[in-house]
């Protein structure tokens, strides 16, 4: 990475961290603080999709997070800071699992049968009430906090407070996911995209590369449903249903799935839309979709791909006029 981007990169974090003393309102933050959040799963499934395969299994594995860090918090007594590791190794261990079986699978039939697996953490979730609270879910989550007996007590309770803890979990997450999709494993995964069978011929082990990327992308998807379980003290089934998996798909399609910042831009564009038309929620789905449709028709590269796109036909239209000019009379 250039220094010129690292100071970029380094003027938008010192931006983004002064956010809290410009904005006071509890609202517009929780909003921000749900953008940061939910730009980890949409990053993490653009970093799966990026071996070719679309998961719509990543809301299931945010629920898995979700409910794993919650029970080790209420039942078992753990710290918020055990659970969120816990909580991503349980979602990467079961992705490891089943993704040996499902990651063979090509097309619309790993699309359906990552629709079915959804179904079942979502059916279990609801049919095991004892356990997850079924539909009325559980209440009261415990909130993070840090404690050095006798010297400091921190608890997460305010906007604030969960505003730079969400912009650090994504900030350590996205540094993450950058070195490894800017790597060999990276380039490993963009070929078991564009050419698997010619990349096998020339001795990589595809399905153990597409294992790797699945399972660290539902780690990461694991670590934001601990995050969010422990932010909002409330899950249910329903949270995490197809219309979660929808966003994120949406997030990573309207950002530009080419450009690792594309699925970020993408989720602070929804999330941004969806607060503003809270009012008229009746109208979000036909928003939504056409929203969708236009960048899909005319702007298949994303908002991210937008300036490199004007930039290419402005330098043509001075082209042409340099050309004209030049012509004779």
Known sequence: MSKGRLRQIGFLVLVAALVP???????????????????????SLNLIMSTGHVSFAHAAFIAIGAYFSTLLSMKAGLPFWFCLPLAGAVGAL??????????????????????????????????????????????????????????????????????????????????????????????????????DMVAESVGVDVIRYKVAAFSTGCFFAAMAGSLFAHYVSFINPGT???????????????????????????????????????RMAVY???????????????????????????AAQWTSILYRIRRKAHEPA
Not at 261 to 275: D, E, V
Request: glycine letters at 10%; zero cysteines.
């Open 21 to 43: 003393a410009v904005i006071r309102d509890a609202g517009i933050l929780h909003i921000i603080n749900m953008m940061y959040l939910m730009a980890i799963p949409a990053m």
């Open 94 to 195: 079961i992705a490891w699992g089943i993704g040996w079986i499902i990651l063979r699978i090509k097309g619309p039939y790993f699309f359906l049968v990552t629709v079915a697996f959804s179904e079942v953490v979502i059916r279990s979730a609801t049919h095991f009430k004892e356990i997850t609270g079924g539909h009325q879910g559980i209440e009261q989550i415990p909130k993070p906090s840090i404690t050095i007996p006798h010297l400091f007590a921190f608890k997460f309770e305010s906007e604030t407070s969960f505003y730079y803890l969400m912009l650090a979990a994504m900030l350590v997450s996205l540094l993450a996911m950058y070195k490894l999709q800017r790597g060999h494993w990276g380039l490993s995964w963009r070929a078991a995209r564009e050419a």
């Open 240 to 278: 995490f249903g197809l219309l979660m998996q929808f966003g994120m798909l949406m997030s990573v399609i309207v950002g530009g799935r080419e450009y690792f910042y594309g699925p970020i831009i993408g989720t602070l564009f929804l999330r941004g839309l969806s607060a503003s038309v809270a």
């Open 284 to 310: 979000e789905p036909i928003v939504y979709g056409t929203i969708l449709a236009l960048i899909i028709l005319f702007f298949p590269v994303g908002i991210a791909g937008l300036p490199s796109r004007f």
